[in-house]
């Protein structure tokens, strides 16, 4: 994989996380940094993956049952290393869903675009 073509969607998408979580609440420092550092930790296991999916040759149909259970994976795997590194669980999981809900939409728009 082309080294930007990987950079820069892990950028943009800890840069909607981050946006997202601090719009819901995530102001401080560590809380937003847990953010990012778990968006570096997740992002290219479902990259590598997803990859993989790319290149095999499921139909469409399967793709898309792949793609959605990996994303569930992914605001679970979140909320959980959220949830340990801030030390709290309230609303945490509603804020993984939502962050990762407005990245992938994002990743979807600027797919298009480009």
Known sequence: ????????????TIAVEVAVAA??????????????????????????ILAAFTLSDLDRG???AA?????TAVVLAEWKLLAYALRREQRVLLIS???NAASF?????LLRMF
């Open 1 to 12: 994989m082309d080294f930007l073509y990987y950079l820069v969607p892990l950028l943009v």
């Open 67 to 71: 793609l959605l259970a990996l994303e």
């Open 23 to 48: 719009l819901l609440g995530f102001r401080r420092r560590p809380e937003l940094t847990a953010v990012a550092l778990v968006t570096v930790f997740t992002f290219p296991i479902l990259s590598l």
């Open 97 to 99: 869903a939502t962050m």
């Open 62 to 64: 399967w793709y898309l």
């Open 105 to 109: 939409l994002v990743g979807l728009f």
